[in-house]
């Protein structure tokens, strides 16, 4: 590695290095209370998989950078320089751990190996060997919002394709559209992804609980996060930020998806208005008595997306759900905090067939834990881990069927 | 509607996000400079990041074509 770029990555390290970031580097004890909690240890018992062993591919060069005994006498000090086969091992480690943060559950100190990792996959983004695909995802990103009104028009004519659909099931008032676009001063912006599945439902279920909504321009994932580009992924968050300002909605709704969800909690600052997932707004549906439901027959169980549950708190909304519109219910985990990532987060999935063996084999505990619960149908709140569960149930023979909460509340509804 | 010719053909009909974006992106890949890939989406949302990702890869969409709930892009590699 050439010393002008060594000397770039010690600088974009040092830009992360916030005080929890130095108690995340500083403090770990190597107690190894994290190892049995990842999931891809769990699955494949090898050291590398250890959260604490992924940790410290980035704590040694933080030590080589960033302590005395590193810089003088780095022999001394577990130190490790920065090198070309060094980024191979941070390429290892963050994009062998979803950011689940399940090991940090069981951390006495509270380690946040997600966090670490954001170093790893910020080295490699410096050092031009982040997976193209994210980085790709990201900037096509970017330049939508960048030249929306270039973009709005094709936009426009493929909702207007799926107005038949959504008043084919729940039949909205002469005159009011199905799926509403640009309202200034609605009650809530809902930002869905690019697929009919995420729109239709949603859209149904607002109508049928007569929300004043309005469509976002934008998808609401966050190849940012993804790829671990801190600007990046305010810039992809912007977009959403700016057209809830623009409209002057009270509510800004996310689909469902685990790490919009969580950039858009988390990232967006002080607004004059508010983020919410779209299980939270469901369960608020219900609990108002703004929507008639059925009970669905058939055993479900649910899926804890980590970035939604974990990572977000959101624990309770959909179990509401979930009680009200199934007459079997089975959990997975008798807590939910302690719930198996599906191995499919951290841009993994995003990733696509290039890490399906890795994503299927990590994802063993996982594939264990669904059968065991011995339902029919598998319920989660996240495109990610919908997918992963796909491909998790067709790998590992389970037989059950993957479905969105959203999707299932839909079916759910009764007239009034 | 045109017949145009075109080298491959991908089905990316009612895929999970973002894996229309992901499988063109790899797609375009697999046929020669100056030839053509038809894909096939239902995503209405493709409708705005298919144009975002071939101004973003530098490739060219030559034409799209909206029939029965679905969009045909036909894109050339640019590079």
Known sequence: MEASLRDELVRLFDTKLSRQMLLNLETCSRCGLCTPACHAYASMPLPKYAPAFRAEVVRRIYKRYFTALGRFAPVLGEAKPLTDAALEELREAAYSCTGCRRCMVYCPFGIDTQQIMSIAKLLLIGAEAAPEILSLLADVSISKGESIETFKEGFLQGIKRLETQVVARWKVEAGTTPIPTEVEGADMLYVALAGAHSIIPAAVVFNAARENWTLSFFEAVNFGAFVGDPGKTQLILDRIVREALRLGVKEVCICECGTAVRVAKQLSGTQPFRVVSLTEVHARYLREGRIRVKKLPGSHTYHDPCQIARNGGVYDEPRAILGRIVEDFREMSPDPKYNWCCGGGGGLVAMGEDTLDFRMRSSRVKADQIRESRADVVVTACENCHTQLENINAHYGLGKEVKFLSSLLADALVAP | ?79
């Open chain 2, 1 to 79: 509607m045109s017949a145009m010719e075109y080298a491959k053909e991908l089905d990316l009909r009612n895929l999970p996000c973002p894996m229309p974006v992901v499988k063109i992106s790899k797609g375009i890949k697999e046929v020669a400079v100056g030839q053509i890939v038809k894909a096939v989406t239902t995503d209405p949302g493709a409708l705005t990041d298919f144009p975002a990702w071939a101004k973003t890869s530098g490739n060219q969409i030559v034409e799209t074509q909206e029939a029965s709930g679905e969009v045909r892009f036909f894109i050339k590699r640019l590079k």
